[in-house]
């Protein structure tokens, strides 16, 4: 038994009684990673010195001994598209070149004031674009359980560091599943918070009607304190909702008498690999005998959904990255004239996935085909949303397989642009 | 096919990207296929549906007019790829 397999709220336990100092806790980590990393290789950046620096302060809070946050003192693994005040942000792009923020992103700051310790940047799909975090610009990570196989994507770097006992929390970022697919790929616990609960303040843009920050750790109670850590409203972010965050952790009672869950009959569907289908099923059944109501429900434009998100997302994307120009930071490139620079640029510094769904965003947004497809995927979109309105009329809570397969093998889905 | 070459130049040209010519192949080829599965989205009648436009209705979110950040030109220069003192310095804009 190593600290570092300790989860939040008993590493946090433990802090307040003086049984272990977050130095300790701190070393523990990264002897984990030293001991780890060049197999999994999850982390693109190490914080080592700052960590240990901001875990002796821990110390002398915890010393102190006035009600201290859950999270002080606490080792945190960041998704490399947060900034982060002086320490390296790549995105797991090349463009960024040696890019250093100016500023810490508000989640950043809000887990830095409560006392955490930053234990550095982890890998994720160039810009967040994939699932399996194969399309970093830098190199691969590999799941945890199986060296073989995927970690999942975007957060694939975050959810196999959590799962190696790398850090003992992550903050990681979901669109499209990119939290809570490589979460159920590493076997971890993985939140995407409802849109607006959480500020998206110096989160990297890729599509920012869909970006939401959330926590992905290591059992339920610690995605629920690392919530409360995070949510809120922020000026920074205008989409933030002004709405009061609840004590998650204070909910979790383990009382679900009566709770309705809806199942929607679409996420069940054939190519689905036979053992989710059983597992999926079996917590089902588990709920159900807790005192849980069950009901099949139904989501009828789900099998719409991946074709909406494609456009839209792509589309957003296509506008969000068009900063990426090389005039006021990340790579320029050597060419004759204004145009030829921004273009080199852009061409040597995104990768193949990016550059692809570049393509597509513009093109669905380009006169002529705006309304075929662009505004065609909203409207699609409205239906969808009204589907979760129709259903959440019916019931508390939807219950779905996080993804139809378990983690896949490296390379195995790299040929399929979809 | 839905796409030609010439239209794959075009948004690349739209979209600041250099294309090489296997890459201008390859893309059309791709971003065909992929506008293909996209027209499943053409088996629901919208006629009268709105387009979506935000998950939870949001109202203008209004500020006072007042600096609230630090100045900070040096941490932000920092990362220019040329700067001369405290101005980014960029290739000819206009001619």
Not at chain 1, 153 to 180: K, P
Not at chain 2, 28 to 37: A, C, H, M, N, R
Not at chain 2, 55 to 78: F, G, S, Y
């Amino acid at each position: 038994m190593t600290l570092a397999q300790l989860t939040l709220h008993e590493a946090s336990d433990k802090l307040r009684k003086r049984e272990i100092s977050s130095v300790e806790l701190t070393e523990a980590v990264f002897q984990r990673i030293a001991d780890t990393d060049d197999k999994i290789r999850a982390y693109l950046i190490l914080a080592r010195d700052a960590a240990l620096e901001r875990a002796k302060r821990a110390d002398e809070k915890l010393k102190q001994g006035t009600d201290p946050a859950p999270l002080l003192g606490i080792p945190i693994a960041l998704k490399d598209n947060f900034l982060t005040k002086g320490l390296r942000t790549t995105c797991a792009s090349k463009i960024l070149g040696d890019f250093m923020p100016p500023y810490d992103a508000t989640t950043v700051e809000k887990v830095l004031a409560a006392g955490a310790v930053i234990t550095g940047k982890t890998n994720l799909d160039e810009f967040a674009m994939g699932s399996s975090a194969e399309n970093s610009a830098f190199f691969p990570t590999r799941n945890p359980w199986n060296l073989e196989r995927i970690p999942g994507g975007s957060s694939g770097g975050a959810a196999a560091a959590v799962a190696a006992d790398e850090c003992i929390a992550a903050l990681g970022t979901d669109t499209g599943g990119s939290i809570r697919q490589p979460a159920a790929c590493c076997g971890i616990v993985g939140l995407k918070p409802t849109y607006g609960r959480v500020s998206r303040y110096g989160i990297i843009a890729f599509a920012s009607s869909m970006d939401q920050v959330g926590p992905m750790t290591k059992d339920v109670r610690d995605s629920a304190l690392l919530l409360e850590a995070i949510a809120g409203r922020d000026p920074g972010d205008s989409t933030s909702a002004d709405l009061t965050v609840p004590r998650y952790s204070e909910m979790l009672t383990g009382e679900i008498k009566g709770l309705r869950l809806g199942i929607p009959k679409e996420y069940f569907v054939s190519g689905m690999q036979p053992e989710v289908e059983q597992a999926v099923r079996g917590a089902i059944g588990e709920l159900e005998k807790h005192g849980a109501i069950i009901e099949e429900i139904s989501l009828p434009h789900t099998e719409y959904a991946v074709a909406v998100y494609y456009i839209v997302a792509t589309a957003e994307a296509s506008s969000n990255l068009a900063r990426y120009d090389g005039m006021r930071y990340g790579r320029r490139a050597a060419a004759k004239d204004l145009t030829e620079t921004y273009m080199i640029s852009r061409d040597e510094g995104f990768g193949a996935e990016v550059k692809r769904r570049i393509m597509l965003g513009t093109y669905a947004l380009s006169a002529g085909y705006y309304d075929a497809y662009y505004l065609k995927a909203q409207r699609v979109r409205t239906l969808i949303k009204r589907d979760f309105d129709a259903a959440f009329q019916r019931c508390d809570v939807i219950l779905t397989p996080t993804a139809p397969t378990t983690a896949f093998k490296l390379g195995e889905k790299t040929q399929d642009p979809l | 096919m839905k796409l030609t070459r010439e239209e794959v130049q075009q948004v690349a040209l739209l979209a600041r990207l250099r294309l090489t010519p296997e890459e201008e192949v390859r893309l059309t080829e791709q971003l065909d296929s992929i506008l293909g599965y996209m027209d499943k989205l053409n088996q629901i009648d919208t006629a009268d549906v709105e387009p979506f436009s935000h998950a939870v209705n949001i109202e203008n979110t209004l500020r006072e007019d007042r600096v609230t950040n630090q100045p900070n030109a040096d941490a932000l220069l920092a990362n220019a790829p040329d700067r001369d003192a405290t101005f980014f310095k960029v290739p000819k804009i206009i001619e």
